[in-house]
């Protein structure tokens, strides 16, 4: 199952496989399998940013701080908008 509403959370497999330092904080997400719960260290990029601003408003500067920290590539203010329609 590879198609999954905008709104819904997925995770990234190479960083499902563990290779990246565990957060503690866990969050529903789609799996080929149903639903289950993942790090939010294990997100793709464009999850983690959904669930950063689920809860209201958009800050690039907090988010690109949270995307370092968890080893991502930052981005800018357009790639944030697309990362965000897929």
């Not at 529903?28 to 950063?52: E, F």
């Amino acid at each position: 199952m590879n198609e999954h509403k905008s709104s819904e959370l997925v995770t990234d497999p190479i960083r499902a496989a563990g290779i990246y330092q565990p957060t503690g904080i866990y969050v529903r997400v789609r799996t080929p399998d149903g639903w289950g719960n993942a790090d939010i260290a294990q997100l793709t990029s464009s999850s983690l940013l959904r669930w950063l601003r689920s809860r209201g408003g958009e800050n690039l500067w907090a988010e690109n701080t949270v995307l370092a920290i968890l080893g991502y590539t930052q981005m800018t203010a357009e790639e944030a908008a697309r990362a965000m329609q897929s």
